[in-house]
């Protein structure tokens, strides 16, 4: 498959199994699993075909990790980036002392006044090191980075959440936690 469809596949699955499953037919199962099979036939019937191979393909080859497949090799799911109502049945976690976000300047004042807000999505997203955080950021314009105080925010009661690709999650970044790097 050329790089143009891996990345139209993979733009078309992250769209149903983050934000939209139901447009598919499909129910998240408890982890935000559906069946590998259904996702295939749902695609096919909104008019978007892809192969198990294809499907395949975009797993392994994509750099983020924003997919998984089960064990079994019959289901998969995002690992993060949910907007659609779903428990990913994440653990609690101790964080690294530090983690990192990376955003577009222009978000710069109203993060340093409000914090970190999820959003339409579950959790906020951290990264566990600058150079991820500022390829996120440049996605969307000029980046900049803030650093993020997990230990203090852990100490004083904050629930953070690793999800399978090694992004770190919370529900809230209030701003006494933010320093420019």
């Known amino acids: 498959m050329n790089e143009k469809r891996r990345v139209h596949v993979s733009k078309f699955m992250s769209r149903h199994l983050r934000h939209s499953p139901e447009d598919l037919g499909l129910t998240f199962e408890p982890g935000g699993w559906v069946l590998v099979d259904d996702l295939i036939a749902g695609a096919a019937d909104a008019g978007f075909p892809f192969t ?21 090799g019959t289901r998969i799911r995002a690992n993060q ?4 109502e779903v428990d990913l049945q994440l653990e609690p976690a101790d964080p690294p002392p530090e983690l990192y976000h990376g955003t577009p300047e222009r978000n710069r004042d109203v993060i340093l006044r409000d914090g970190l807000n999820k959003m339409a999505r579950h959790h ?19 980046p900049f980075i ?6 203090k925010m852990r100490a004083d009661g904050h629930a953070f959440f690793r999800s399978a690709n090694g992004v770190w999650l919370v529900d809230h970044v209030p701003p006494q936690y933010l320093r420019l790097q």
């Open 81 to 84: 980036g949910h907007s659609a």
């Open 52 to 72: 198990r191979a294809e499907l395949d393909e975009v797993v392994s080859a994509c750099e983020k990790q924003r997919f998984a497949v089960d064990e079994t």
């Open 124 to 142: 906020v997203h951290l990264s566990p090191d600058t150079q991820t955080a500022t390829r996120v950021a440049q996605r969307r314009g000029k």
């Open 146 to 151: 803030l650093v993020v105080d997990s230990a």
